[in-house]
């Protein structure tokens, strides 16, 4: 039996059968560039220039951009007619205000960067040397190796640009794979801050929860969330807070407790965050009506001094209440984990 093709980019089909239209440069060779310096090589433009520093950035390079010479940012910016800043957000203007002073900024020359911090403005110092200055933050995480050309499409990316050159910057993020969003200057570190919130704070929660789980004796962690992980981002995608679960939204301030006892017990660094996060999901609960009111102040007590709070409803120091009619998918013959 043949193997399967190998899934293509969606420009890679067209790409072969058009001529290159733009010189393209990357400077900073992290897991960004390279890839989307990739992707529009598959649309049909041309890599000319790399700049990378450490070792990993030069096989990373050379992995994603084959024969494509390794040279200073000045020498990329005197090569490319586009350029990718694609470096840390803090190093940013202390490079765009390098490369300006020492004439390195071409007029006419397309200079992007994927800061999702930045919109257009920290590109001004170029600008007044001539550059079109573009911010198209790719709003996805990366590996550094070929599955990220791939995981771009589809892949929305956060689009800055001046009026005048909008439809370029769209047409660019088409030409990789991705979907333009405009985001306005003024808000790109909120549309930023949402970002990193979603997706780094995930990882977090996400390596908590496995190192837990082993603790518990868990042999495969990793198997036993994807399914429980997988359906409650879906969920929560689909219908917002009408998706919380579980003891915090039922008001199960015992549950809460004894979850807050364990983690003193075998992860202290974990107890912030999980107050944090009890208390940011006790709070939307109780606005969507999805958390009793009778049940909330003992649980609120619980969330502000990580033990038992006063006496609600049930037993007290439990947590228990009356809450066992038949079929309640939430009630005590099965608590819901999700």
């Known amino acids: 039996m043949n193997a399967p093709p190998e899934p293509r980019h969606p420009q890679a ?44 950035s030069r096989r990373r390079a050379a ?3 084959p024969d494509v010479p390794v040279v200073e940012p000045a020498e990329v910016l005197a090569r490319a007619d586009l350029v990718l800043l694609t470096v840390p957000d803090d190093a940013l203007p202390g490079l765009v205000e390098g490369l300006a002073e020492t004439g390195a900024v071409r007029p006419g ?35 550094g190796t070929s599955v990220d050309v791939q995981r771009l499409a589809g892949c929305s990316f956060g689009v800055t640009a001046p009026q005048e050159l909008r439809l370029a ?4 993020v088409i030409e990789m794979g991705g979907e333009p969003e405009w985001i306005a200057e003024q808000n790109r570190p909120l549309y930023h801050a949402a970002l990193a919130l979603g997706a780094n ?15 518990a004796g868990v042999a495969a962690p990793d198997r036993m ?33 004894a979850h807050v006892a364990e983690l003193h017990k075998h992860a202290p660094g974990t107890v ?13 609960a109780l606005a969507h009506g999805l958390l009793k009111p009778e049940l909330a102040e003992d649980l609120l007590g619980v969330l502000a001094t990580g033990t038992r709070g006063t006496s609600g409803p049930g037993t007290p120091g439990t947590g228990a209440r009356d809450d066992s009619s038949e079929g309640d998918p939430d009630g005590p013959e099965g608590e819901d984990l999700r």
């Open 169 to 172: 910057a769209e047409a660019l």
């Open 13 to 56: 089909d067209r790409a072969e059968d058009r001529p290159a239209r733009l010189t393209v440069g990357v400077v900073g060779a992290g897991r960004v560039g390279p890839a989307l310096a990739a992707a529009l090589q598959l649309a049909g433009h041309r890599p000319v220039a790399v700049s990378a520093v450490s070792d990993a």
């Open 201 to 215: 704070h995930l990882v977090t929660l996400v390596a908590q929860a496995m190192e837990l789980l082993r603790s």
């Open 272 to 284: 912030a965050g999980y107050l944090a996060m009890a208390r940011a999901t006790a709070d939307r």
């Open 109 to 143: 020359q397309l200079l992007v960067h994927t800061s999702g911090r930045y919109g257009v403005r920290v590109l001004d110092p170029a600008r007044r040397a001539g550059a079109l200055p573009l911010a198209l933050h790719p709003a996805m995480t990366f590996t």
């Open 225 to 257: 969330l994807g399914p429980l992980l997988g359906a409650a981002l879906d969920n929560a995608l689909r219908s917002g807070d009408a998706a919380l679960t579980g003891p915090v939204a039922r008001g199960d301030a015992g549950t809460v407790a």
């Open 63 to 65: 992995d994603l951009l």
